[in-house]
């Protein structure tokens, strides 16, 4: 019996030690990301825990403003709810969306929870083949948690087993942070900072327009009903009908669209894509499309992100088709301010221009546009874009300049060039690094398509003490893997 005992203890005890050493590893993972200080809570992403607990506390009846970064950008709660409750309307209104790397599926499922009867939901996505799809960033969705992993209880079953698969990666990235004593660094007005206790982006000024010419070319606005994947009309219809249940009530609004980046025909078939929306969703859909189509001067950063006039602009049209949607025929008393005048800022100092004369030029008023190759810079395999020829600044460079070269290896971007097209390296197949010499991603636009048609191994270098706030810029953030310092 004594031996029986032994040899039961035995087992035990080796299958313990077992256990203990398959899954050590795991346990020390999974308590290292967890017990470890918020490392991302200063960025964009660290906003969406106050949002989320604003939206959660908030008691009575809400007007939840639902989607992507033009809710960020373009809503002002605090003047829509003034506004509202003047017209006799009493809502709290709470701003919730924030970036579209995270996912509109993903705002929907942490704002379900929240919605109580009496409730209007109000969803405004993009007009973008990612925000309206069931895309989810599973590596961006865990840098949002961070500031509140409680956040992560309220996600569906798909979106935490997403989340699982990637927890190593956001462990392995969290702790270098802190070993580096420097958590991941915010970018411009892509802080938490920007945000007033309302979750309102108005801590940061914006008064006009930045983008190059007044517009994002590398992600025009299309008005096409075919981005609308199949399963995420699906989703949100059977979405829509929860809130339902919840006894709440769901509609659908335009988010604002930068005219200056939409051909003549998109803008006059607004009317034709208005009627294919409200027939693919069950839901109304209470704004027009042609409200939400403003010139390029309301904008700021891209053709979505409005600025401080802009946000007042869109505001009051918002609360105007609220109120209509409500049946409240009350005039909204609101001083809308004056367009701002789109800056064209010189281009000053001194660059590199050693390669001058591998380029071809054309001059565009006051200042060059690089057009093409001379002889000498087709062979070449290292080549800088010079700051300036003859004392004439260079703005800008086509993108068929490098289009098919099969020489090229390195190309380097200085500060006076603040806007790279996408795909204008594609078919360059020995290209190893494009470097920039800019200290702020705000300086240097950026599309989804950079990387087109070039090597895999292909890495994006920027000066070492600005690499965090590329890896967490709402722009670049998308090449953080190619990133790398200098």
């Known amino acids: 019996m004594e031996n029986k005992r032994k040899k039961l203890l035995t087992l035990i005890l080796s299958c ?76 709290s209104v709470c701003n919730f969306g924030l970036y579209g790397a995270l996912g509109t599926m993903m705002m929907c499922e942490l704002a379900e929870g929240c919605i109580n009867k009496g409730d209007i939901v109000i969803f405004t996505p993009e007009l973008n083949a990612q925000s309206l799809s069931t895309y989810f960033s599973a590596e961006e969705a865990w840098y949002a948690l961070d500031s509140d992993m409680a956040m992560f209880g309220s996600l569906s079953n798909q979106s935490k087993s997403s989340l699982a698969g990637s927890y190593f990666a956001y462990t392995a990235k969290k702790l270098k942070l802190h070993n580096g004593g420097k958590p991941a660094e915010a970018s411009g007005i892509y802080a938490k900072s920007s945000f007033d206790d309302n979750c309102d982006l108005k801590n940061y000024e914006r008064p006009n327009n930045i983008m190059p010419d007044g517009a994002d070319m590398n992600n025009p606005v299309e008005l096409d009903a075919n981005a609308f994947s199949d399963d995420f009309v699906k989703y949100i219809n059977d979405y829509a009908e929860n809130v339902k249940n919840r006894g709440g009530r769901f509609c659908y609004s335009f988010a604002p669209m930068n005219a200056y980046s939409m051909a003549e025909k998109e803008i006059a078939e607004a009317e034709a894509f208005y009627d294919t929306v409200a027939e693919i969703f069950n839901f109304d859909v209470i704004s027009k499309v042609e409200d939400y189509i403003l010139e390029g001067e309301w904008f700021y950063d891209s053709n979505f992100h409005l600025n401080e006039s802009g946000m007042k602009v869109r505001t009051v049209n918002l609360v105007n088709d609220i109120k209509n949607f409500l049946g409240n025929t009350t005039k909204t008393d609101c001083v809308l301010p004056e367009k701002p005048v789109i800056p064209n800022p010189d281009i000053v100092g001194e660059g590199d221009n050693s390669c001058a004369d591998m380029f071809e030029y054309r001059l565009d008023g006051s200042y060059y546009t690089i057009v093409g190759l001379t002889d000498a810079g087709k062979v070449a395999t290292d080549l800088i874009l010079p700051y300036q020829v003859d004392g004439v600044y260079i703005k800008a460079f ?26 204008c390296f594609i078919g360059c197949d020995r290209l190893e690094k494009i470097i920039f010499r800019h200290t702020e991603p705000a300086e240097i636009s950026v599309g989804y398509e950079l990387l087109a048609g070039v090597p895999d191994g292909c890495k994006i270098f920027v000066p070492s003490a600005a690499l965090s706030k590329f890896e967490n810029n709402y722009f670049w953030g998308k090449y953080a893997k190619q990133l790398q310092g200098y």
Not at 17 to 33: M, Q, R, W
Not at 407 to 417: L, M, R
């Open 16 to 91: 313990v030690f077992v256990f203990i050493v398959i899954f050590a590893p795991f346990l020390s993972v999974f308590l290292t990301g967890i017990l470890l200080p918020p490392q991302y809570s200063q960025t964009y992403y660290g906003e969406l825990a106050p949002m989320y607990s604003r939206l959660k506390n908030t008691q009575g009846k809400k007007i939840i403003i639902l989607g992507n970064s033009n809710v960020a950008f373009g809503v002002d709660s605090a003047l829509a709810e003034r506004l509202l409750k003047e017209a006799g309307e009493d809502y």
């Open 398 to 423: 086509l993108p068929l300049v490098f289009m098919e070269n099969k020489t090229i290896k390195s190309v380097t971007v200085q500060e006076n060039i603040h806007n790279i097209s996408n795909a």
